[in-house]
């Protein structure tokens, strides 16, 4: 089977959560197909381009896609939602099936934004909504979470039948436990120090600001914790003057951007770690977040936010503790409770590392989206 994934306008060098399910979904299928990958042009590592060099470099994937299939004609074409309808004309005029990933609702993600209501933005909105409106003429969607689904089924009207519910992983191999007391030496971090650690894009909806906010409360019971911020985006410096504010700044090391091989150091060499997602945006359709799975992987417990996805996970791994959402109290008493438990840590990483194993590879999830694509090209 040859598989064209159409993803004109990522720049794959960027690191983020969506770059990194790409290239990791990218990778494993290609063990089971030919894949051509249609992405942004060179190695862009900046994530804001102006509006218009965005649009061309769309522009430039939709052509360079289009002599692609002039000359070679593959089973499907594979994309992400926010390249939907692209993709809905390209099948349309070489009369190929086309599957769409759905992460999120555009919508969703759209109200929580805190840059300023300009002319990107709202070039964004319509892009955003124009890509949600084709929805319903791609031969198959998989989304990320069941409630996508489900919302896709009710609001979107599409048949259950062409939606398939496939989550995120981790790469078990790379995400792995290694000796926490050696990873905090080759970061050269105190080896007496408690650490807390996030990882991803320093964005609105994941909640680091509740983790800032609980911070006094964490230390004043477990004084020598510090806080492992790995990662960058807009929010840094907000977040960044918050945890200034409240006096706790010394106690917070944000890293930036970290690279992917790396990432596993911070996280062995952590004692728990946190996923504080906000419930707007998240809350509505659930989530499927690699950073909990690349967490469980490497054999820590996790605290995260009480939300449709991660609590499934959390509880079936057996690994860590689910808090209201957007509450630094509950917040704080977990993780608190979790530093003072060396046996209930080392339980649920056990537990987390067998169930991400079994469950939350990315060869894993790469074999379910495979068996999609095969049904969507014999029913063509």
């Not at 091989?261 to 659930?286: K, Q, W």
């Not at 996790?302 to 808090?323: F, H, K, M, P, T």
Request: proline share 4%; with cysteine; charged share 25%.
């Amino acid at each position: 089977m040859n598989i064209l994934v159409f993803l004109p306008s990522y720049a794959l060098a960027i690191q983020r959560g969506d770059t990194t399910h790409i290239k990791e979904l990218v990778s494993n299928l290609s063990k089971l197909a030919e894949i051509d990958v249609i992405k942004a042009n060179g190695s862009e590592t900046s994530e804001r381009v102006p509006l218009m060099a965005a649009m061309l470099r769309v522009m430039q994937g939709f052509v360079r896609a289009a002599l692609l299939l002039r000359k070679r004609r593959p089973d499907l074409i594979y994309t992400r939602d926010s390249q939907a309808l692209f993709t809905f004309v390209l099948a349309r005029l070489f009369r190929l099936p086309y599957i769409v990933e759905i992460n999120a609702l555009f919508i969703s993600s759209w109200k929580v934004e805190t840059r300023p209501l300009g002319i990107r933005r709202w070039a964004s909105y319509i892009k955003g909504s124009l890509n949600e409106k084709t929805f319903k003429y791609a031969d198959h969607l998989i989304a990320v979470q069941p409630k996508i689904k489900k919302i896709l089924e009710l609001e979107y009207n599409i048949k259950p039948e062409k939606i398939s519910a496939i989550g995120c992983g981790a790469n078990t191999e790379l995400f792995r436990p290694m000796n926490t007391q050696e990873a905090r030496r080759a970061l050269q971090l105190n080896e007496k120090h408690n650490y807390i650690c996030f990882v991803g894009a320093l964005y609105k909806w994941q909640g680091i600001e509740y983790l800032i906010k609980a911070s006094p409360n964490i230390l004043e019971q477990c004084s020598s914790s510090v806080f492992l911020i790995v990662g960058d985006g807009y929010n840094r410096e907000t977040l960044a003057n918050l945890a200034d504010g409240l006096g706790v700044s010394d106690r917070f090391i944000f890293t930036g951007v970290i690279p992917y091989a790396s990432v596993p150091l911070y996280i062995n060499a952590s004692d728990l770690c946190v996923a504080p997602f906000i419930e707007e945006r998240n809350g509505r359709t659930g989530l499927s977040p690699n950073k909990v799975y690349e967490y469980l992987a490497c054999g820590k417990p996790v605290v995260a936010s009480d939300i449709d996805g991660v609590r499934e996970l959390l509880e079936g791994a057996n690994a860590g503790i689910c808090v209201p959402a957007e509450d630094p109290d509950e917040l704080a008493n977990a993780v608190v409770n979790l530093l003072r438990s060396t046996e209930t840590r080392e339980r649920m990483g056990e537990s987390g590392r067998s169930y991400a194993v079994e469950n939350g590879s990315w060869e894993s999830v790469a074999g379910r989206v495979f068996k999609v694509c095969q049904r969507v090209v014999q029913e063509h």
